[in-house]
């Protein structure tokens, strides 16, 4: 008998330190450090939490949200399996049976054992751990939180759970920091559904923009002195994965007329061999025909582009001229004391895992010839290599004449739907600015659209830096 009573004594014990332990508060274990895959999580801040609480309060509901919605399936299935690990199963048939006086029975009855052999002998003996160590007093109360507190509170909660959830949720979601002309900078939440188009008229609504075609992302390479502009089809989040820990990398929201500058004068890129004075005079009802012609028959027609451009050596800051040649596979040049037939040409580059970029600076830098340079290169290399490729043209002409050629050569006819797509947004919104804007308004000064601010300085950013058109010499 003095077992049994060793042995209730010893659970008694247990579920006396376990009660104690479930009234206490829980410590939060110590925070894992920080991996990339953490940061990919949030781009333009420290840290994901520093992200979170930029976002504002309505884009953290609509986040939290999205977030439940998307794990509901999930939190499903894993309260089913816990809910089939509670069902007791009977003990395997080859185990003995417990002591005699000794019964198998929940927790809460364990607590007034009422076994007859023990009740008839002598009663049970009260756990000495129960007598020796009492209950720990309760907590002090504390002052009454103030509202302020209170909803400091809730957002904390908020974005604890939206950390936990980001991490758990089967759609990739970035929180963005979107650098805007004035300095200003907008937070937007994106996820891998999303393509460029999509972020753009989020940020239209946010900065009450006109909604021109020219504005777009922007992503900039400060160790690289790089920087592109997305196509509205591109995924963002792909890209912007790629970017390394600690990035000094940025996204821009700009006015880039070379963008669409093809849909607009599309001579200066199929016709620029002819006389430049010529190609100025040129008709819309002739644009339109070339459009035609090259985007929108049963193939795309690349610009059959051909000039000597500057090639920077691997490893070297000197540059040697070569005669590139546009094909729409890729760029090809032609090798000393050869000719310029097909045979003779040597592929320099494809167009399939790589992209192109404008180099900034880089008369400085690695010494080229002139600031108009451009670059090749895998999304996924963020510093200096050797499969980088470094090309410097003569004028700006030349170079916005090959970055577009070498654009319509990788995206095709996507370029021309995302034309299409931006001009729909420009005259809906331009439909809405019109009928907003006062009758005695001046007809040669741009209004502003409905929510913008003031004409002189629309969308809330700084006057517009003066692009450097295909069209100008």
Known sequence: MDDIDAMFSDLLGEMDLLTQSLGQETVPPASLPSTNKEVNFSFGFTDLNESLHELEDNDLDALMADLVADLN???????AEIKGLKVPSPPPPDLPLPPKGLSIHPASSLAYPTSTASSTSRPVSTPASSATSPLPPPPPQSAKPTKEEIEAQMKADKIKLALEKLKEAKVKKLVVKVLLNDGSSKTLMVDERQNVREVLENLFEKTHCDCNVDWSLCETYPDLQLERTFEDHENLVEPLSAWM?????????????????????????????????????????????????????????????????????D???????RLFQLRASGIYYVPKGKTKSSRDLICFVQFDNVNVYYGKDFKTKYKAPTDFC??????????????VKYLCCDDAWTMNLWVTG????????????????????????????NRSTPSSSNPSTPSPTIKAKSPSQANGHAPKPQLRPVSEV
Do not use: M
């Open 374 to 387: 451009f670059v090749l290169k895998h999304p996924q290399i963020q510093k200096e290599s050797q499969y």
């Open 406 to 433: 070498i654009r319509i050569a990788k995206y095709g006819v996507s370029l021309y739907e995302n034309y299409k797509t931006a001009e729909k947004k420009a005259a809906v919104s331009s439909v809405w600015s």
């Open 315 to 321: 490893g070297k800051k000197s540059w040697k001229q």
């Open 245 to 313: 820990r600690d990035s000094e990398n940025k996204i821009l929201f700009q006015e880039r007329g070379e963008k669409n500058e093809v849909f607009k004068n599309p001579q200066n890129f199929y016709l620029w061999k002819k006389d430049k004075k010529a190609l100025k005079d040129i008709k819309d009802k002739d644009k339109e025909l070339l459009i035609q012609e090259n985007f929108c028959g049963t193939s795309i027609i690349v610009p059959d582009l051909e000039a000597v451009l500057y090639l920077k050596e």
């Open 73 to 79: 399936a999930t939190e499903e299935k894993l309260a």
